[in-house]
């Protein structure tokens, strides 16, 4: 089993900042991915941004140039830096954790974009 933590959402306005930060625990495999997804009512939950143990990165293309996803392998934790936010970036961010072992999601942080 894992655990995940999420942090760092909050109430922001457009072209603001803010980095949210995700530490899992428990049974933790080597080889993993790590991502960020977004979901605001009546919607599917979207890829926002992933991240591979050997490095590797996946981008929605809303947020390409803007967000910056990152981990610290040591401290089994996933990092997204969200610059230049829009009002349309306003949605629930769960953080996820895909091993071999099995697929966990964190407990969801609300970001709002608003002026």
């Known amino acids: 089993q894992v655990q995940l933590v999420e942090s760092g959402g909050g109430l922001v306005q457009p072209g603001d900042s803010l980095r949210l930060s995700c530490a899992a625990s428990g049974r933790i495999f080597s080889f993993n991915t790590m991502g960020w997804y977004r979901q605001t009512p009546g919607k599917q939950r979207d890829l926002v941004a992933t991240i591979n143990s050997g490095g590797s990165t996946n981008y929605a293309d809303s947020v390409k140039g803007r967000f910056t996803i990152s981990r610290d392998s040591a401290k089994n934790t996933v990092y997204l830096q969200m610059n230049s936010l829009k009002p349309e970036d306003t949605a629930v961010y769960y953080c996820?954790?895909?091993?071999?072992?099995?697929?966990?999601w964190g407990q969801g942080t609300q970001v709002t974009v608003s002026s």
């Open positions: 996820r954790f895909i091993t071999v072992l099995g697929d966990y």
